[in-house]
């Protein structure tokens, strides 16, 4: 019989800088849902990738002095280092530079248009290009930025094409709403009420201002917005319009793509439009988890805020990074990242939790029996309740399972490690063993704890790939003991298992020591990252291109008076928002200034201080005010700031 198939995706993540524990959150999960999946038995196809184009990316090599694409090299292979480090089994990994990407994006971009789903138009409007997404002023946030990451906007006026969004709004809003489409579903209120109930726009899908992207193929200039390039990563991975690959048929519709919130509407409204306009079938679900946070920020790149997961592997293996990561975050809501928790959660349940529990299972059937458990046995009662709690635990597993709560999985699974710690303690092995009249009951408590955690080690090793088989080896388990089948069934290692000896599986670390290093370390790393970051990612900079007014001599530059001046008096306008009216001691006599700056300065914000006043400026009235000059101020992402003046400077000097 052939097997299900099962096809599940990470985003593809932007090569703009190097991968951290927040990209590793998504991977990893992924990583423990595709190999769940192939150990129940599934035809599993997991894809993950890099999404490679984009004014971003252009951007950054410009910064850098190289081309996009050799900028984008050697990001994409320090992703992929990092995926083999954590022992991600992706199937596929797509680059959208690949030529196979490109070509099925031309021909779906060319589809819609042929279809009437796109339009040319004009956009003009705002845009965030760390986000890559286009905004209306009345999405911006209250400081006029993206509402988003809160990061300056650029305004964006060009011929554009247009996808028509609105045929597709009713259906969308039914997917969110009356379908299990989104996990958690609770997600699908913000999204309809705040994008589809007040009317879809049509988005904008081209670009025209910078060449970073996916060529239109009839209308030369253009390229496709990322985001369209990019969602379409999803089908052309497996051969959608293409022949690189022939998957499509095979694992089209996807089970699962597992994204964080922030690209949640990217994924709930404009994908289903574009496979609907396509006249696809509709993933069957779109798995959505909060951020990893540092300091309450997400921690992401662009903040600079973020942990080198290599530092982390580096000191507790992968496998104790995977499981915190994991059993932190709770499906839908956040999880802030310490190393306190961290380093605790090692402690309490990989090393005195469970590899406590194969240890001293391990040592007492080698100390008593020589590694050997003999034939001979001698149940109890006590350990009905304990066989029962191990068999029911696949069946709770497979049910968070499919509902993509992978914290709930390793919180059941953890109770049963619990029980089997607690079952040592109600069995008391140590007295037994100092009996040879007690030696049969020994025995079958041992081999209970061995079957315990034969169960409960496949069911963790999708989770802990890395550990698993050395547990299996610890406890004599052969590769076809420690299957999904056999995971709910008791009884299955031979009665005479033999037991080896082994390394410690999860080291205790020593708290004090070890959270001083670590916040040393990465302190260090993050300040290196933040030095990195260009003005603009920290939001210094106005992120609009500098275009300079044409070139003037010195001569007309020594035509400007630029003095220096204190403020005297100030009052707002009558009947203007906008003005103030200055007194000034100029050096000169005194005058009169008039300022458009009342929304950003109180008048007692100015009285005292210095100024550059450009005192040779015609005079000229405004709001019936005369005013004599102009004082220097500068337009900055946070609203006009004027230039004020060193103290120290006497009033009247020439600034030159
Ligand atoms: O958005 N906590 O790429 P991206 C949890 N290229 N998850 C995090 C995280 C954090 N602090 N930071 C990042 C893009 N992620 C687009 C996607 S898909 C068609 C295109 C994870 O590099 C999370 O999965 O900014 C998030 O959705 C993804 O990285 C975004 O990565």
């Known amino acids: 019989m052939s097997k299900k198939p099962f096809y599940i995706t990470t985003p593809i993540y932007y090569p703009s800088g190097n991968p951290h524990i927040g990209h590793c959150y998504t991977t990893v999960a992924c990583d423990s849902i595709a190999r769940y999946r192939r150990m129940q038995g599934y035809d599993v196809m997991f894809l993950t990738g890099t999404d490679e184009h984009g004014l971003k990316i252009e951007q950054k090599a410009a910064e850098q002095g190289v081309t996009p694409k050799e900028y984008v090299d050697v990001i994409v292979d320090k992703f992929k280092s990092l995926w083999k480090y954590m022992n991600i089994s992706y199937d596929r990994y797509i680059r959208t530079t690949d030529d196979y990407h490109v070509e099925s994006v031309q021909k779906i971009f060319k589809t819609l248009y042929d279809k009437g789903y796109i339009y040319k138009g004009e956009y003009s409007g705002k845009y965030c290009t760390p986000c890559e997404s286009f905004w209306t002023d009345s999405q911006l946030d209250e400081n006029g930025c993206c509402p988003e990451c809160h990061r ?73 917005y990322v985001w369209i390039d990019a ?38 409204i404009i994908w289903p439009a574009m496979l609907m306009a396509l006249e696809l079938p509709l993933p069957k679900h779109l798995a959505i988890h909060g951020w990893i946070t540092m300091n309450g920020e997400k921690m992401s790149k662009s903040l600079g805020n973020v942990v080198d997961p290599f530092v982390l592997g580096e000191r507790y293996g992968c496998d104790a990074i995977r499981y915190h990561i ?42 008593y029996f020589g590694g050997t458990l003999p034939e001979e046995r001698l149940e109890a009662d006590i350990d009905k309740d304990f066989i029962s709690v191990v068999t029911a635990l696949r069946s709770e597993v497979d049910k968070y399972m499919d509902e993509t709560k992978l914290k709930s999985v390793l919180e059941e699974i953890f109770k049963v490690v619990d029980r089997a710690n607690k079952y040592i303690d109600e069995t008391e092995p140590w007295k037994l063993g100092k009996n040879e009249a007690d030696k049969p009951r ?172 450009i005192a040779n400026l015609k005079p000229v009235k405004l709001r019936g005010v005369e005013s004599n000059g102009m004082i220097c101020a500068a337009d900055t992402p946070d609203g006009v700031k004027v230039i004020f003046v060193d103290d120290s400077i006497p009033v009247g000097s020439k600034i030159r």
């Open 231 to 268: 969602l379409s990563n999803y089908i052309t991975a497996m051969g959608y319009e293409n022949s690189a690959y022939n998957d499509f048929e095979k694992y089209w519709p996807a089970d699962v793509h597992m994204v964080a919130k922030d690209i949640m509407r990217f994924h709930a």
């Open 442 to 613: 020994l025995a079958s408590v041992l081999y209970n704890l061995l079957e315990a955690i034969r169960v409960i080690s496949t069911l963790l090793s999708p989770f802990m790939p890395t550990t698993m088989p050395k547990v299996w080896e610890q406890i004599g388990a052969s590769a076809e003991d420690a299957t999904y089948d056999n995971a709910d069934k008791f009884g299955v290692l031979p009665k005479n298992v033999t037991v080896h000896k082994g390394e410690i599986l999860f080291p205790r670390i020593d708290v004090d020591k070890e959270i001083d290093e670590l916040n040393a370390i990465l302190q260090k790393n993050m300040e290196e990252a933040q030095s990195k970051l260009s003005a603009e990612e920290k939001g210094e900079a106005p992120a609009e291109p500098i275009e300079l007014a044409p070139e003037i001599t010195i001569d007309d530059f020594a035509k400007v008076e630029i003095r220096v001046a204190k403020v005297i008096a100030c009052e707002k306008v009558k009947k203007s928002d906008k003005l103030l009216c200055l007194q000034l001691d100029d050096g000169m006599g005194g005058r009169q200034v008039v300022s458009g700056i009342a929304q950003y300065y109180t008048p007692e914000d100015l009285i005292g201080k210095k100024i550059q006043l």
């Open 326 to 367: 994991l059993r932190e975050m709770a499906l839908g809501a956040d999880s802030s990242f310490s190393n306190e928790i961290m380093i605790n959660r090692i402690n309490s349940d990989l090393a005195n939790g469970f590899g406590n529990l194969v240890s001293r299972t391990v040592a007492m059937a080698d100390k």
């Open 152 to 224: 300056p906007v650029t305004f964006a006026k060009e011929e554009a094409y247009f996808f028509k969004m609105s045929p597709f709004a009713e259906r969308i809003e039914k997917l969110l709403t009356e379908t299990d489409y989104l996990q958690p579903k609770t997600r699908a209120t913000e999204l309809v009420n705040n994008f589809i109930k007040p009317g879809l726009e049509d988005l904008c899908v081209s670009r025209t201002t910078f060449k970073w992207g996916i060529p239109v193929t009839f209308d030369e200039g253009h390229v496709v």
